[in-house]
């Protein structure tokens, strides 16, 4: 399935979101659309019709929104906002560096403003020529308009206008609080009441349809679309407020004396509150996405490659798969690759979080963005541009950040629903105020009616989750743990039984032989050379284990091997000068029909001490026993233990027969072991955890495991090094480490409180705020809400939902 991401203004409570993904869902082709009110993006999914961007655009803009992103033609003009360019002389080198281009016209470059402005022959050369020009330069060339800069730039300018917007509201409000209550100043006290009256309206009218104007579009946008949200709450309240005031400042006649009073100052500090709420929200929505910020900004800019027997430098982007790279001390290691010579201590704890720099020599896989701490080294790349290891994980956050956690439900359904309840709750209590309450009646039903609109909060409601997850997900990423999308962080900490697989996962993967039986008069030197022989070139653990082996006892594993087969889990046959040789468990034997019943004895010693045994066979002639042991991680132990004292059920998964999974079952402390399992057979086993009632995560390598992680409620599948299986499992972790299971399951719990946390808030708020703002306790206390400590209380809701959310970036995961 692809998907397409677009940014969106103007959205600002839950009811935008709903109406978004509405409106987005009936594209032809669109198969969901995830609308992120934390983030400001849609992500629209389709399968075989692809919708263009324009039609997606449309869709925003019928309801009733600005997509900020646009696909525009190469026209021959361009302006770059160019990173890193402050000073004259840096604006120098990015004006030659881009008028030396061939098929550029004209550039004109500004540091004051960082931008640079080029004219050129689109049959020449392409945007994308120059911005990697002015990268290869030493600076970030970001396009105007484009995806990339236009978040920054949006989130930015939205910042700038409310800020500017507040500032200007601010001090027309405390005018006109000021000249409300003019009889307490001696300045001003003599002063006529309707010259007061005609100065309110003039302070109050520019704060009521200037900063107040994206109020009035949003509730001009909703009533084109026959629906209705946080706009029209605030633009209908303060609407009432005002133009009642004019009413009595000009036409007093037609209202009752006794309530001829004005509520100018009310309109207008209630906005001003609301736009000091938006401007703080925005500020801290930005906040959100730092992880994000954090990995785009360990990108390297260049690279120092040997190329046609020379070194030179060159942008990042330009280095190919198969060029060497050499990365000196201090350096940022550019791309993903391999060790071809030298030897250095890498710092990956912006990658895998893991503090310690680790030792890499040639053969050793690496990791781009990484920093080189000491030695030189030579690196060949394997992996560049959006396929290595940074990029990938960059999507991945991404992806999960712009998804939904099915606890969010209860939210949208109440959102859909909010804001036309609202409207009639405070239409209602105008009646009852109007009909029933004391003189003067339409003052008390005014009020109460502005404040019911003004106190309701959608914008907390559609906060709550996105929010939370942004954060929780980036900060997972920071730590090496990549949850792919909401459900499974909502899921993880719900588990009640845990499958690791043993070979890779709880062990090291890497198991060594520790005995050779011979029988039939063999040698041990011959059991190891048919062995090694059979098992050449093969990439399974047991195979490359009895290769070294071999060598490691000066034997050449050379012998000319015929009809090679490998049989999924039971082991090899092959053919030698007309042998046929067979190496594998009892099963293999079995299906040949080859008796082991004399060496059972032998084979029961070994596996009761935790080692595999493989029967070597020549010619239906058992011939020798090689045993194979692969020790546990460190950290496994550990984790197997902490899933136990959260209360978890652990179960190992593996192919070996019951001796040997019980064996380093009971090192591990895991009670139950699922042995004899063929790699085909896991996820039946998941299933039937899943029937006994267990919710199931499935621990794997992401590869040989992949349909029981698919299985399984929450697949984890574990990373290592390049290597990290984005396709595979929910959550992947970069380290080759099983504590990060524990962490994963941690950073759920946590994540899911902080979100239940924001929506409790978020429903008790309004269910309290809004009765109290009816004027509930008016009969028991005589209290009544004021519409401005309405719109203080609605500005703070939204405020306190994403300030909880950004309080889980000092989350420190357990040592």
Not at 748 to 756: A, D, F, M, Q, V
């Amino acid at each position: 399935m692809k998907s397409k991401e677009i940014i969106i203004k103007g959205m600002h409570c839950a009811s935008c979101v709903a109406r978004v993904e509405k409106s987005l869902k009936n594209v032809k082709g669109v198969r969901d659309a995830v609308v992120n009110l934390a983030t400001n993006k849609a992500t629209v999914q389709f399968d075989k019709t692809v919708p263009s961007l324009a039609e997606l655009e449309k869709a925003v803009k019928d309801a009733g929104y600005t997509p900020v992103t646009s696909e525009t033609p190469d026209t021959g003009h361009v302006i770059f906002k160019v990173v890193g360019m402050q000073s004259a002389h840096c604006e120098g080198i990015v004006t030659r560096t881009v008028k030396d281009l061939k098929g550029v016209k004209r550039v004109t470059a500004s540091f004051g403003n960082s931008t640079a402005v080029v004219d050129y022959d689109p049959a020449v050369i392409s945007k994308s020529g120059i911005k990697k020009a002015i990268d290869g330069a030493g600076y970030k060339a970001v396009e105007h308009g484009s995806p990339e800069d236009s978040e920054e730039a949006e989130r930015r300018r939205e910042i700038t206008t409310l800020r500017n917007k507040f500032i200007f509201g601010a001090v027309l409000s405390a005018l006109a609080l000021l000249f409300s209550f003019h009889t307490y100043f001696p300045v001003i006290s003599g002063i006529s009441h309707i010259i007061v009256l005609y100065i309110l309206f003039l302070l109050v009218t520019p704060v009521q349809f200037y900063v107040g104007l994206q109020f009035y579009r949003g509730f001009w946008n909703a009533l084109k679309h026959k629906t209705s949200d946080m706009n029209t709450l605030i633009a209908v309240g303060t609407s009432a407020a005002y133009f009642y005031s004019v009413v009595v400042t000009f036409l007093p006649g037609v209202i009752p004396e006794g309530s001829r009073e004005v509520y100018f100052d009310t309109a207008a500090v209630i906005i001003t509150l609301i736009i000091l709420g938006r401007f703080l929200e925005a500020k801290a929505k930005g906040r959100t996405s730092e992880a994000i910020k954090k990995l785009i900004g360990l990108r390297s800019k260049t690279a120092l490659i040997e190329r046609d027997g020379s070194e030179m430098e060159i942008p990042v982007e330009d280095v190919r798969v198969g060029d060497i790279v050499l990365v000196k001390p201090g350096q940022k290691i550019p791309v993903d690759g391999i060790v071809t010579s030298g030897s250095s201590s890498v710092d990956e704890s912006m990658i895998t979080g893991e503090s310690i720099p680790v030792d890499k020599t040639a053969g050793d896989e690496i990791i781009g963005a990484t920093i080189n701490k000491q030695g030189l080294l030579r690196i060949k790349a394997t992996k560049v541009g959006s396929d290595t290891a940074l990029a990938q994980i960059i999507k991945l956050v991404e992806q999960a950040q712009g998804s939904k956690a099915p606890i969010q439900r209860l939210a949208d359904k109440v959102a859909s629903i909010f804001v036309p309840a609202v409207i009639a709750i405070a239409v209602v209590t105008f009646l009852i105020w109007y009909f029933f309450g004391p003189q003067p009646a339409f003052i008390f039903a005014l009020v109460n009616f502005v404040a019911v609109l003004i106190i309701a909060c959608p914008c907390a409601l559609g906060l709550a989750t996105p929010t939370a997850i942004v954060v929780g997900t980036g900060k997972g990423a920071e730590n090496g743990i990549l949850i792919k999308n909401g459900g499974a962080l909502e899921t993880a900490h719900k588990v009640t039984a845990v499958i690791f697989d043993k070979t890779g996962t709880l062990t090291k993967g890497e198991p060594e032989v520790t005995d050779v039986v011979t029988l039939n008069g063999m040698s041990k030197d011959e059991i190891l050379e048919y062995a090694a022989s059979a098992e050449k070139g093969s990439e399974h653990p047991i195979g490359e284990a009895i290769v070294k082996k071999a060598g490691d006892a000066g034997l050449k594993p050379d012998l000319a091997v015929q009809e090679f087969a490998a049989i999924s889990g039971m082991g090899i046959k092959a053919e030698f000068n007309g042998k046929q040789l067979l190496l594998g468990n009892r099963k293999l034997m079995a299906e040949y029909k080859i008796d082991v019943d004399e060496i059972e004895d032998k084979l029961t010693e070994l596996e009761t001490q935790g080692k595999t045994t493989m029967i070597l066979s020549i010619n239906n002639e058992p011939a020798g026993i090689i045993a194979v042991a692969d020790t546990l991680k460190k950290d496994s132990i550990t984790a197997v233990k902490s899933l136990h004292d959260m209360g978890k059920k652990v179960v190992m998964i593996t192919g070996d027969n019951e001796r040997t999974g019980k064996a380093i079952a009971e090192q591990a402390g895991i009670d139950t072991v699922l042995a004899d399992v063929m790699p085909e057979d896991k996820a039946k086993e998941v299933k039937k955890l899943q029937e006994e009632g267990y919710i199931v995560a499935m621990v794997g390598d992401g590869i040989n495991d992949a349909p029981a992680l698919a299985r399984a409620d929450v697949g984890i599948a574990l990373g290592s090094g390049t290597d990290v299986a984005m396709e595979t499992g929910d959550i992947v972790l970069i380290k080759d480490n099983v504590m990060d299971v524990v962490r994963a399951v941690e950073l759920s719990s946590y994540t899911i409180k902080k979100i239940k946390q924001n929506l409790f808030f978020a429903f008790f708020y309004n269910s309290a705020g809004i009765p109290i703002a009816a004027g509930i306790l008016y009969p028991f206390i005589g209290f009544l809400l004021h519409p401005v400590i309405a719109a203080a209380a609605m500005a703070m809701s939204s405020i306190s939902v994403v300030s909880n959310s950004l309080s889980m970036r000092r989350y420190r995961f357990k040592k």
